[in-house]
């Protein structure tokens, strides 16, 4: 093999290695959120409405990926608000949604699990 080729080998590897988990397993991680109870309030696609024709309660999950994607601590941030719950006073998805908060989700689901969920959700391509 040769130098250069023994490189890219290399990064692909490394790239392989360090690629999140959750990109891979659209399946698991929608088995999880409903597990969870995470698509009462969301889905994964923007536009869908309720049965009352409101928005749904909370921000679509591709919405959510276009607006923290990129964004440094973004998982840190949105895990903790999963875990935790939102402020009411404070949304930013007002007018967009039906709920203004969210209630704290920590015994509905683990830690881990909440940050490979918001990966998974910061992975989403728009639509």
Known sequence: ???KEIAAFTLAVCAWVAAPAWAADDAAMLKLAVSSGCMTCHHVD???KGPDGLPPIGPAWRDVAG???GKTGAIDQLTRTVMTGSNPYASHWKGR???LA???NEVAISEA???ALVGWILALRPT
Request: aromatic share 6%.
């Open 113 to 115: 699990e909440a940050r």
């Open 67 to 69: 607006r923290y994607r």
């Open 102 to 104: 969210m209630p704290p």
């Open 97 to 99: 949604v039906s709920g």
């Open 46 to 48: 923007p536009g869908a």
């Open 1 to 3: 093999m040769k130098r």
